[in-house]
């Protein structure tokens, strides 16, 4: 099945600073890889998201890129803030998996005011 | 926050005792999922549904079930058999084929003694 690796494990960034998360997945043939936002002991919230007929993808201060050809994709956050302090997680589906999501270890990224 | 709600947010049992968890959603998705997340890691498959009457298993069924007799609702049982039950556990719901994203309710956290 799918497998989904993700680097690194903790960030700290100053703020103003970019933070960058990226991930690797295993199945070529995967192609929706979504970001999640989680707080302490809340839901994980979904922060954007990118297709496999896309290679990158922007909303304001977050974007994300995909390199099909190396199975990788990358989480970039500019100018962070305090509240961008939280555990983000990556994900993969659609290949042999389908609809499922099958998520990395997640990021736990500190913002230092 | 959706239309995704899961009770109750806390949970208490006692060892070799059977817990049902609830989830609901109003916005007529088809598919739902159960998840396990332990502190510090990432989100585990338990089982999921594409649609009623019908559900798979995921990575880590293995003591858990679930039924999906409603489209609405996917209540999952964490039974006797699941040798580590203390955890938080996510529902999730996706509008189902051709549509990858997922959506969270706000969890219940299981505390097995």
């Known amino acids: 099945g799918e497998n989904v690796e993700q680097h690194p494990s903790t960030l700290s960034v100053q703020e103003g600073d970019s933070a960058v998360i990226k991930c690797t997945y295993s199945?070529?043939?995967?192609?929706?890889f979504p970001w999640y936002k989680q707080e302490l002991g809340k839901r994980p919230q979904l922060i954007i998201d990118i297709r496999s007929n896309v290679g990158e993808k922007k909303d304001q201060r977050i974007a994300v890129t995909l390199n099909k050809t190396a199975k990788h994709f990358s989480l970039h956050i500019t100018e962070t803030q305090p509240e961008d302090s939280a555990v983000y997680f990556c994900a993969a589906s659609g290949g042999a998996a389908g609809n499922k999501l099958t998520f990395g270890g997640g990021t736990r990224v500190l913002v230092k005011p | 926050d959706g239309g995704i709600t899961q009770s109750p947010k806390y949970l208490f049992r006692k060892e070799g005792q059977n817990v049902t968890l609830s989830c609901e959603q109003n916005?007529?998705?088809?598919?739902m999922y159960w998840y396990r997340q332990d502190p510090g890691q990432g989100l585990r498959l338990i089982y999921y549904?594409?649609?009623?009457?019908?559900?798979q298993k995921g990575d880590i069924a293995e003591g858990y079930s679930v039924s999906r007799e409603k489209k609405e609702s996917f209540p999952l049982t964490v039974t006797s058999a699941q040798k580590n039950p203390t955890a938080f556990y996510l529902c999730?719901?996706?509008?189902?084929?051709?549509?990858?994203?997922?959506?969270f309710g706000p969890g219940t956290r299981l505390t097995v003694t």
């Open positions: 999730a719901s996706s509008s189902g084929t051709g549509s990858y994203e997922q959506y």
């Open positions: 549904s594409q649609i009623v009457n019908d559900f």
């Open positions: 199945d070529s043939a995967s192609n929706y």
């Open positions: 916005l007529n998705h088809d598919a």
